[in-house]
């Protein structure tokens, strides 16, 4: 079974930066790409970035310039530093793996985390 397990929320103030981690565990033989999603209350979720296994980032418009992306694929984790945070950044983040082939499978599955509340306050 393949778990991802978060750390790094937390309340900041307007400006402040936060660093998210997520790290994937379990019998894997290859991960695809790895994310990070949000959702605010009231709110779909929604992609932030997404990492490829190739190191290929892609990030939501708003978020471009102040967050970035990285991995680490012989660890299987991937790291989310938000800088210049907005109050509207305020959600709760969740982490995700696409296609994640573990030990013995012919296919792989996504898996996500179980989230990490980010408030942005003054």
């Known amino acids: 079974q393949v778990q991802l397990m978060e750390s790094g929320g937390g309340l900041v103030q307007p400006g402040g930066s936060l660093r998210l981690s997520c790290a994937a565990s379990g019998s894997i033989y290859s991960v695809n790409a790895m994310g990070w999603y949000r959702q605010a209350p009231g709110k779909q979720r929604e992609l932030v970035a997404v990492?490829?296994?190739?190191?290929?980032?892609n990030l939501a418009d708003s978020v471009k310039g102040r967050f970035t992306i990285s991995r680490d694929n012989a660890k299987n984790t991937v790291n989310l530093q938000l800088n210049n945070l907005k109050p509207e950044d305020t959600a709760v983040y969740y982490c995700k793996a696409d296609r994640v082939v573990v030990q013995g499978a012919w296919r792989g599955s996504d898996y996500w985390g179980q989230g990490t509340q980010v408030t942005v306050s003054s």
């Open positions: 990492i490829t296994s190739g190191g290929v980032t």
